[in-house]
């Protein structure tokens, strides 16, 4: 009896320590993808774009999954989970560098590149520890590690919103005031001093990511693999292909739309609360609202997954809240509205987790291909919230047209941009209803 007590001690001391270390991984990839709600609007000013452009800072981010996530499975499978997570680190240390002639130039293309080389690097952070946690356990609590692995990244995001906000956009409105009223040459002047703010926090970010890639590869992460697929009778596996898994597919929709949902209600929410009339100095906090919702959904997670709830149900429940919340947005105003955005954070928190091991499930031998898979589906950050944007602009410029003030027609349109959720949501809706099930023998 006492060998068997001492055999379970023993497995879960040798899965704290790996968790412990990937929940720190997750809260470096948190920390640097959640400082694009603070980007967005200070690129939008000393860049001087539109909307639509300046959501190109969360494309830049996440089309790197689709450029990235197949090689990244390539390498992760010659090298290895741990030294592809010393990798990713490292390229993201990289990118970050890419920021200090980006501020000096003021090129918004060369801002992108550093965002885009960044995006390869947690690309390949991603494609490592996502599936590594999975597997590192019980597929049935798989959404809890996961979802523990959530509340170290949107911890990390919070703190790096408030941070970032506060260094990038610290007297962005009197900046932005003077801009209309001084000559060409001093407007070129703030604005290069603004830009060069960049500066220092991307050099620190630099240096910690370089040296946290380096320890990586000491960490003491133990090597895992999938459960096999099922077996036919004859000893022969019944799949050959990856295309012969539906539920796959779909999970990779759903992951797409999720995480497009996900970035629209983190990146968009200091830009809508500016377009309602807030002023910078009150709208930095506003990501934080929303990614403080999820992490008190991810406690929730952690606690009910899966002794009380399933993975499935609190799927069904997250798609249910995202809906129910997108129509409270659209229906309301003022900071009531900024709420119900903020709001999506507790319909977003555990779809992440959940779509994971569902879409997992059952794989095998093509787990690391499906992984790259969904990887590829973060992609949905990068085509969801510049269609999100750009619907703002298009409603935006015909509402001035029909004689409404900028100020209204700016509100209003950055409100029913907020439709784009719902078909988002209704697609997480039905692969936790019928989707994951497709394909897959019943138990």
Request: some cysteine; overall charge positive.
């Amino acid at each position: 009896m006492s060998i068997k007590v001492n055999q379970i001690s023993n497995k879960k001391t040798n899965t704290l320590v790996p968790i412990i270390i990937i929940a720190g991984l997750f809260f470096i990839f948190g920390f640097v993808t959640w400082i694009n709600g603070a980007l967005i609007p200070f690129m939008k000013t000393i860049n001087e774009l539109t909307s639509a452009q300046s959501f190109l800072v969360a494309s830049a981010s996440y089309i790197s999954f689709v450029v990235m996530a197949l090689p990244a499975s390539a390498i992760i499978n010659k090298i290895g989970y741990r030294k592809g997570m010393s990798l990713g680190l490292i390229v993201m240390a990289i990118g970050a560098l890419v920021f200090i002639p980006a501020a000096e130039a003021r090129t918004y293309w060369v801002f992108l590149s550093g965002i885009f080389i960044q995006g390869m690097g947690m690309t390949l952070l991603q494609t490592a520890s996502n599936p590594y946690i999975t597997i590192l356990g019980p597929i049935d609590s798989a959404a809890k590690r996961i979802a523990i692995m959530g509340i170290a990244n949107k911890i990390a995001g919070a703190l790096g919103s408030l941070i970032f906000g506060a260094l990038l956009l610290s007297g962005i409105d009197e900046i932005k005031d003077k801009l209309s009223t001084v000559s060409v040459t001093e407007k070129a002047q703030l604005l290069d001093t603004m830009a060069d703010s960049v500066v220092t926090p991307y050099i620190v970010m630099a240096a910690v990511l370089f040296v946290l890639g380096v320890l990586i590869r000491k960490a003491p992460l133990p090597h895992v693999e999938a459960e096999p697929i099922e077996e036919a009778k004859d000893g022969e596996t019944t799949k050959t292909s990856i295309f012969q898994f539906p539920h796959l597919w779909l999970g990779v929709l759903t992951l797409f739309v999720y995480v497009g949902a996900e970035v629209v209600a983190g990146d968009t929410i200091i830009a809508y609360g500016i377009s309602l009339g807030f002023t910078a100095t009150k709208a930095k906090f506003f990501t934080t609202f929303t990614l403080m919702a999820m992490v008190a959904t991810y406690g929730l997670g952690v606690f009910l997954i899966p002794k009380y709830i399933s993975q499935t149900f609190a799927l069904k429940v997250s798609a249910i809240l995202g809906i129910v919340f997108t129509f409270c947005i659209v229906f309301t105003s003022g900071f009531t509205s900024v709420l119900f955005v903020a709001a999506l954070g507790i319909a977003n928190a555990l779809v992440w987790p959940a779509v994971w091991p569902l879409t997992l499930k059952g794989l095998g031998k093509f787990t690391k291909t499906a992984s790259a898979l969904l990887i590829m589906a973060i992609s949905g950050g990068a085509i969801i919230p510049p269609l999100y944007g750009w619907f703002v602009d298009e409603n935006k410029v015909k509402l001035i047209a029909q004689g409404i003030s900028e100020a209204t027609a700016s509100a209003e349109a950055s409100t029913a941009g907020y439709w784009i959720l719902l078909p988002c949501y209704l697609i997480i809706l039905y692969y936790a209803v019928a989707g994951h099930k497709l394909g897959l023998k019943k138990d």
